[in-house]
């Protein structure tokens, strides 16, 4: 039933919510790096857009369950499950949903068609915003490979998501700091960024009435900045970071979803973590690994 679509929407983004928000605890250690907490954010991201997973017996949701949730199996053999997480309780049976009180169906039927409404408004608005990026630079003039000069931007960006190309102010083509600069957007470009931000943007559109969802993506937009960041900043002595870091504070701030700007907002944090930058050891680097693995498992997965 079309009314279905929306109950279990609400319940993706009721169990997007819990795990974001641990995400959101992890990501307040001060030593953990931003290019591990980057890839934390795929968590809730997916948890927005999976509607189902995998059952779990040492899973967040296995805790849950006991105080706030329930699980609705969808196939289960030798032992294995997929299942649907359900937090909202409100129906007798499922597939198609049938309510405990026949007018959750009507509140549910028009919950569905202004949802609908209100995201196909925002997606059209992604596009034109996408369109009119694009169109900003249609005049770019090429320098090299793909680093184009233009006079309509204030700030160096990535454009651009099939064939990315780096678009910098002509007030910069002489500019010393441009090396840092290249480096920095070199890295969104390596790393797909302008796609992830894109996809992570539409799916906090189809997740648009809550609050969470917003805040989730804001958080990922910083954490993609500083990401790329700590990767140029790898790559740099440690008597070139106060080099980079005033490259920074010297960038024009700017805050866009659909390019990746050198001077992209929170340039404060961004460049108190760049002066107290520390690389990571093979070590250290295994250890986060593992780390992301295990939460991994403990939030993508559904009660056992």
């Given at each position: 039933?079309?009314?279905?679509?929306?109950?279990?929407?609400?319940n993706m983004s009721i169990t997007a919510s819990i795990?974001?928000?641990?995400?959101?605890?992890?990501?307040?250690?001060?030593?953990?790096?931003?290019?591990?907490?980057?890839?934390?954010?795929?968590?809730?991201?997916?948890?927005?857009?999976?509607?189902?997973?995998?059952?779990?017996?040492?899973?967040?949701?296995?805790?849950?369950?006991?105080?706030?949730?329930?699980?609705?199996?969808?196939?289960?053999?030798?032992?294995?499950?997929?299942?649907?997480?359900?937090?909202?309780?409100?129906?007798?049976?499922?597939?198609?949903?049938?309510?405990?009180?026949?007018?959750?169906?009507?509140?549910?039927?028009?919950?569905?068609?202004?949802?609908?409404?209100?995201?196909?408004?925002?997606?059209?608005?992604?596009?034109?915003?996408?369109?009119?990026?694009?169109?900003?630079?249609?005049?770019?003039?090429?320098?090299?490979?793909?680093?184009?000069?233009?006079?309509?931007?204030?700030?160096?960006?990535?454009?651009?998501?099939?064939?990315?190309?780096?678009?910098?102010?002509?007030?910069?083509?002489?500019?010393?700091?441009?090396?840092?600069?290249?480096?920095?957007?070199?890295?969104?470009?390596?790393?797909?960024?302008?796609?992830?931000?894109?996809?992570?943007?539409?799916?906090?559109?189809?997740?648009?009435?809550?609050?969470?969802?917003?805040?989730?993506?804001?958080?990922?937009?910083?954490?993609?900045?500083?990401?790329?960041?700590?990767?140029?900043?790898?790559?740099?002595?440690?008597?070139?970071?106060?080099?980079?870091?005033?490259?920074?504070?010297?960038?024009?701030?700017?805050?866009?979803?659909?390019?990746?700007?050198?001077?992209?907002?929170?340039?404060?944090?961004?460049?108190?973590?760049?002066?107290?930058?520390?690389?990571?050891?093979?070590?250290?680097?295994?250890?986060?690994?593992?780390?992301?693995?295990?939460?991994?498992?403990?939030?993508?997965?559904?009660?056992?």
């Amino acid at each position: 039933m079309p009314t279905d679509v929306f109950y279990w929407l609400l319940n993706m983004s009721i169990t997007a919510s819990i795990v974001g928000a641990i995400v959101l605890l992890l990501r307040a250690i001060p030593k953990l790096p931003r290019r591990v907490t980057v890839y934390l954010w795929a968590i809730p991201f997916l948890r927005m857009t999976l509607p189902v997973a995998v059952n779990g017996k040492y899973g967040l949701m296995t805790l849950l369950a006991r105080f706030a949730t329930k699980t609705v199996t969808l196939y289960e053999q030798d032992g294995a499950a997929i299942s649907v997480t359900n937090f909202i309780r409100a129906a007798d049976s499922y597939f198609p949903v049938v309510y405990q009180v026949d007018r959750l169906h009507d509140v549910f039927a028009v919950s569905l068609v202004i949802w609908a409404a209100v995201a196909g408004l925002l997606l059209l608005a992604v596009a034109l915003l996408y369109g009119k990026a694009m169109a900003a630079v249609r005049h770019a003039k090429r320098r090299q490979d793909n680093l184009y000069v233009s006079d309509t931007v204030t700030s160096p960006a990535v454009f651009g998501i099939v064939r990315p190309k780096i678009v910098i102010p002509s007030s910069l083509e002489t500019d010393e700091k441009l090396r840092y600069i290249l480096l920095h957007e070199q890295a969104h470009i390596r790393r797909r960024d302008n796609l992830w931000r894109m996809l992570a943007l539409i799916i906090t559109v189809l997740h648009w009435f809550n609050p969470l969802a917003w805040l989730f993506f804001k958080c990922f937009l910083s954490d993609l900045e500083t990401a790329c960041d700590e990767r140029v900043l790898s790559s740099l002595s440690p008597a070139e970071h106060k080099a980079y870091a005033l490259a920074l504070i010297n960038s024009v701030e700017v805050t866009s979803p659909v390019t990746s700007a050198f001077g992209g907002a929170g340039l404060r944090a961004r460049v108190n973590r760049i002066l107290s930058f520390k690389k990571i050891t093979a070590a250290s680097a295994l250890a986060f690994a593992g780390m992301v693995a295990v939460i991994a498992y403990m939030l993508l997965t559904n009660a056992a």
